[in-house]
């Protein structure tokens, strides 16, 4: 039990940590829209780290309704990403 207990603590322990990651990116590709960083960030490291961690099974309701929020908006802040770097680069 204690286990479980430990685990689930680390699973929304990493789902707090990815929402933050995903929000320090979004400021990130804002300044790099305004010209204000050269490089673009790096997005595909927190997208293959989240793909990892939804493989995982979690036996709570909870955890993953927490899991599949922080998908879907990683999933939403990627297409305004990409648009972005398409408008600054003009690739469409």
Same mark, same amino acid.
């Given at each position: 039990?204690?286990?479980?207990?430990k685990?689930?603590?680390?699973?929304?322990?990493?789902?707090c940590?990815?929402?933050? /990651?995903i929000?320090?990116?979004?400021?990130?590709?804002l300044r790099?829209?305004?010209?204000?960083?050269?490089?673009?960030?790096?997005?595909?490291?927190?997208?293959?780290?989240?793909?990892?961690?939804?493989?995982? /099974?979690?036996f709570?309701?909870?955890?993953?309704s927490?899991?599949?929020?922080?998908?879907?908006?990683?999933?939403?802040?990627?297409?305004?990403?990409?648009?972005?770097?398409?408008?600054?680069?003009?690739?469409?």
């Open positions: 039990m204690d286990i479980l207990k685990n689930m603590q680390y699973a929304v322990l990493a789902i940590e990815f929402d933050s /990651k929000e320090d990116i979004h400021r990130q590709f790099y829209r305004a010209g204000d960083i050269q490089i673009m960030p790096d997005w595909k490291t927190l997208e293959r780290d989240l793909i990892d961690f939804s493989r995982r /099974k979690f709570s309701a909870a955890l993953n927490q899991l599949d929020r922080i998908l879907h908006k990683f999933q939403n802040r990627k297409k305004i990403w990409l648009t972005w770097v398409d408008e600054l680069h003009g690739t469409r």
